[in-house]
């Protein structure tokens, strides 16, 4: 079995926080958010991960290198022209006679592939949708499920009550509808060809925690929102690595944090950061790699990214500090 994590995109949404990161190496309550799909998929025995890359490509591949640190195998195929949900994924398949995992680098969700994997089987699927109830049927598609299981409509005048979560299950047949090497979309160029031939695609009903982070504030919610708990079933429990020299204090790797500065749980601290004197960070603040803070800062719900900067006595409340051009 090998999985598929689509990395591609340009995250145009969260500009200008992707203008210096790409949007699948955020972090995020102590992790990348790739690492969230990955994890999911190594939870369920894939041991080979296909990942596609454009915009900042360059540091997702350092990132995630062969995959060692996950003992996972990972191969990386970069797009220099964005290539679509269904290019980038026919032009990075693995002909194989085994159904695939595929799953959007950017979304945290807490899925069991294993049970998405008996649906799909037991209903002898060419492909498996992860749905979930749809909340904003005017920013996502709406789907129509017949009382059968099966994806009868997407989008185009469909009115059901379920959205695509971009979690799926895909044999070899239904990627090979997809273009290699072109522009192509899953949903138009895939999905809709199958269901008009009347192959089964069946929908796996989900109602298990899932995030889509693609504005600065959506992103801020639910990064702070990690600080407060670990919401059931995820892959891998936020700030797992870290420790905590303080209840709702985490930490990680080396530091510098002036012992005349106050820290207000919860909050965490990855490495390299630098906090100075006199400065009071938190409560519900989250402060990335590398990032210095400053003698007298005031950092309060907020996220400090990599190598980000808060100032001699600045204050910072409610939002997300990047880092400097």
């Known amino acids: 079995m090998r999985g ?29 958010l790739i690492e969230y799909a990955m994890h999911s998929m190594r939870d369920a025995g894939v041991q080979s991960i296909s990942v596609n890359t454009h915009h900042l490509g360059s540091q997702i591949h350092d990132f995630l290198g062969d995959g060692s640190p996950w003992n996972m195998n990972i191969q990386l195929s970069h797009e220099p022209e964005l290539l679509g949900t269904g290019g980038g994924l026919a032009t990075m398949f693995v002909d194989d006679t085994e159904p695939c995992f595929v799953a959007n680098a950017d979304v945290i969700t807490a899925i069991n592939w294993n049970d ?37 409509k997407i989008g185009k005048n469909a009115s059901g009550p379920w959205m695509f979560t971009g979690l799926q299950i895909l044999e070899p047949r239904a990627v090979a509808r997809l273009p290699v090497g072109r522009v192509a979309c899953s949903v138009a160029d895939m999905y809709r060809p199958l269901i008009a031939d009347g192959e089964p695609v069946v929908a796996y009903f989900s109602d298990g925690y899932w995030a889509d982070l693609g504005t600065p504030s959506r992103y801020l919610e ?102 400097e051009a």
């Open 222 to 323: 639910e990064a702070l929102r990690f600080l407060d708990g670990d919401p059931r079933g995820l892959p891998v429990a936020p700030y797992a690595a870290y420790t905590t020299p303080r209840p709702g204090i985490f930490v990680h790797g080396n530091t510098q944090i002036s012992d005349k500065a106050t820290l207000l749980a919860p909050m965490a601290i990855a490495d390299g950061v630098h906090i100075g004197a006199e400065s009071t960070v938190g409560p519900h603040v989250m402060i990335a790699q590398n990032a210095h803070i400053e003698h007298g800062a005031h950092i309060s719900h907020a996220i400090i990214l990599d190598h980000a900067i808060v100032h001699t006595g600045e204050c910072v409340d409610r939002m997300i500090r990047i880092r």
């Open 116 to 152: 998405v994997l008996a649906t799909h089987r037991k209903y002898g699927a060419v492909a498996t949708m992860v749905l979930r109830p749809n909340s904003q049927p005017d920013h996502f598609a709406s789907i129509d499920v017949d009382p059968n299981g099966h994806v009868i």
């Open 4 to 32: 598929y994590i689509l990395a591609a995109g340009i995250g145009s949404r969260l500009r200008p926080i992707t203008s210096h990161v790409p949007k699948p190496l955020l972090p995020f309550g102590g992790f990348r």
